[in-house]
């Protein structure tokens, strides 16, 4: 007999933190300091010594090292270091799952799980970097002006909307009720900017299918959490907050290119969200609310899907305004605001948000607190998604 | 300049530093689509690899297709992401998949009028676009409906 792959239960969230949120360009501090201020904001928020954190986790292309970030804050004694494979926001959940693999396994005691990104310092995403020559993946894009995110995911978007008849009323929904839990949220970069169904439609194209709206904002920001494991986190001042189940990976092929994955129209998350839900020992009908990784709202629509919450057919019914916002919406959606409306921090603002949902504490409070979903980006590889719990869903 | 779908000042491709796709883009070049297939079992591959990912025979042989192929699927581009094309919009861009190469897929250009329709399935065929002056030179590939 098997024995069970599992962390279940064993690793919490004690506590979380992040900088002040800009527009790109906005921020009067790098992206490092803005890091640190997130770190030492969630130190705080847990009760801890910054000197005592002994592990380091974060993602794909986060450019502020571990090594400089234990000396900046006189870490005593350094242990674990993992970095998530894969670009974008696909290592969101997966850095939080290496953190607490890595305190389940013995190799740390207390970890950080932070990202730090600062688009006015270091080039925004939506424009292609400056150069003459490219290779690889991109050199069968560029000279076609496939540059950029918007252009990368529109064609996998495109396909999955015909696949399935999604309309566009299914796009503007997740748009709007991002908004919408954005202008309860203080934090957030659109709050007090309320999104309209006819300014969204009047809204300028980005790339067909995609209007301005459907896409991720361009921020200045960085996000924190400390992971411990339960024994010790029942000692801790904020309410736990237990790691009850996370995957990472890709389907067969995902990664060929240029845009040869097989299951093309897709989010990447058929499997991984199988081996999430069996370690979670949770269904979707369990799931209070769910953060999910918005670089496109089409991306979205692909996520929930293959999280189980409805079949792709049904997409135009289920995604509505009414069923995506809290409180008692069927899903509440995105309740801080996401990379739509809160800050884009490649979702790592997703994963400090999920755990505020499961302590109570969002300023879009669902009715079900208990289990609270992540899911990072979509399309691309790896992906990960994590699910969060209250002691009631242990 | 009216040669080309899209204005000079994009990145021209290379060779990764390994070689890979060398013969790709020499058979733009030559007015050739080479796509990898396998000696062993026949599997198309691309982008290319060392290896067949179906058999893990080394070294798939880089086999002449015809240019033409269906939509895969489509994008018509509006923002421009680089400034060589903030006066050229908007653009299309198709994802065309080769029925006689495995239903391996390739990016480019639709020609013809940027604001025409465009459905998925519609059959295309390659049409090849030379960079001469461009340093390093190179050549790509674009698409039209086919007649």
Known sequence: MSEERTFRGRVAVVGLGESEYF?????PHPEFKLVL?????????????????????????????AVRLATALGVKRMRSTTMQWGGGGGGCAAAVANGAAAINSGLAQCVVVYRGLAQGQFGRFGQAAPKTTVSGDMAYQMPYGVLAPPQKFALRVQRFMHEHNVGREALRAIALASNRHAQANPRAVMHGKPLTDD????????????????????????????????????????????????????????????????????????????????????????????????????????????????????????????????????????TSGGNLGECYLQGFELVIEAARQVRGESTSQATNKDVALVIGGPMVSPASSLLLGSEEAL | MSDFYLPPGLPAPVPEPDGISAPFWDGLRNEQLLVQRCAACRTWQFGPEWICHQCRQFDPIWTKVEPTGKIYSWERVWHPSHPALAQHLPYLVVLVELPDAGNVRMIGNLLGDPAQTVEIGTPVVGVYEHH?????????LNWRLAT
């Open chain 1, 23 to 27: 527009r790109f360009g906005r921020s």
């Open chain 1, 37 to 65: 201020q997130a770190v030492l904001a969630a130190c705080s928020d847990a009760g801890i010594d910054p000197t005592n954190i002994d592990g380091f986790a974060s993602f794909g292309e986060d450019r502020n090292d």
């Open chain 1, 199 to 334: 300014a969204y439609d009047a809204s300028r194209w980005i790339v067909e299918p995609f209007r301005l709206f459907d896409c991720c904002m361009e921020n200045d920001g960085a996000g924190a959490i400390i992971l411990v494991s339960a024994e010790k986190a029942r000692d801790f001042a904020r309410p736990p907050v237990y790691v009850l189940g996370a995957a990472s990976g890709a389907e067969w092929r995902a990664g060929a290119s240029p845009h040869n994955a097989p299951l093309y129209g897709s989010a990447n998350y058929h499997s991984v969200a199988k081996d999430l839900y069996d370690m979670a020992h949770v269904l979707p009908v369990d799931v209070g609310s769910v953060q999910a990784y918005e670089n496109f709202t089409g991306g979205v629509a692909m996520s929930l899907c293959e999280h189980g919450f409805f079949p792709p057919e049904d997409a135009n019914d289920f995604l509505t305004l009414e069923n995506l916002s809290a409180p008692s919406g069927a899903l509440p959606l995105n």
């Open chain 2, 132 to 140: 001469l002056d461009s340093s390093p030179n190179y050549s790509i």
